[in-house]
T-cell receptor
Framework: ETGVTQSPTHLIKTRGQQVTLRCSSQSGHNTVSWYQQALGQGPQFIFQYYREEENGRGNFPPRFSGLQFPNYSSELNVNALELDDSALYLC???????????FGPGTRLTVL | AQSVTQLGSHVSVSEGALVLLRCNYSSSVPPYLFWYVQYPNQGLQLLLKYTTGATLVKGINGFEAEFKKSETSFHLTKPSAHMSDAAEYFCAVGRQGDTGRRALTFGSGTRLQVQP
């Protein structure tokens, strides 16, 4: 069974640029959630996708957007990058049962 | 609305000593509760979860936690610390029901140091 994978592992961008992060969900999981973890903090919920539709959103501006594909993989897009967007971005997949969410290794984004 | 408070951002114990990491939650609906561990430069690994039923939950690596509704707590314990337990630990709360499709609210984390 393949776990949750994310790419790239590290990324450096400059302020104002756009970035796309990718996530492949665990086999059999149809729900993907994205979290932002700033240095020294707990993860903060960005949004969730279920069957290719957004299924909930946290307190993040519209320049954070996403997609889910028919194979349940997902993308997180961030436009007009700001310095405060520097963080570890975590993807978590789940199957909609009480089994919890399973996290990938994350993408470390640095905005200069 | 839900929230999680982890008491103590840093906890240091000696190898072989008891580990106790504290978590209190606030939830307007019956909660599901989770503990995750994060090793440096890695994602989160699920240690254990409480959904319904038995309030004492056993997880991986010898950890366990007890759901105490009257105290709104879900403290994580391990009888004997090992050097490999050094990591960041996060408590999280989700809403009962379809937790796979509910956002998790995380605490700010507790960094556990294990001294030889």
């Amino acid at each position: 069974e393949t776990g949750v994978t994310q790419s790239p592992t590290h990324l450096i961008k400059t302020r104002g640029q756009q970035v796309t992060l990718r996530c492949s969900s665990q086999s059999g999981h149809n729900t993907v959630s994205w979290y932002q973890q700033a240095l020294g903090q707990g993860p903060q919920f960005i949004f969730q996708y279920y069957r290719e539709e957004e299924n909930g959103r946290g307190n993040f501006p519209p320049r954070f957007s996403g997609l889910q594909f028919p194979n349940y993989s997902s993308e997180l897009n961030v436009n007009a990058l700001e310095l405060d967007d520097s963080a570890l971005y975590l993807c978590a997949s789940s199957s909609g049962t009480s089994g919890g969410q399973f996290f990938g290794p994350g993408t470390r984004l640095t905005v200069l | 609305a839900q929230s999680v408070t982890q008491l103590g951002s840093h906890v240091s114990v000696s190898e072989g000593a008891l580990v106790l990491l504290r978590c209190n939650y606030s939830s307007s609906v019956p909660p599901y509760l989770f503990w995750y561990v994060q090793y440096p430069n890695q994602g989160l690994q699920l240690l254990l979860k409480y959904t319904t039923g038995a309030t004492l939950v056993k997880g991986i690596n010898g950890f366990e936690a007890e759901f105490k509704k009257s105290e709104t707590s879900f403290h994580l314990t391990k009888p004997s610390a090992h050097m490999s337990d050094a990591a960041e630990y996060f408590c999280a709360v989700g809403r009962q029901g379809d937790t796979g499709r509910r956002a998790l609210t995380f605490g700010s984390g507790t960094r556990l140091q294990v001294q030889p």
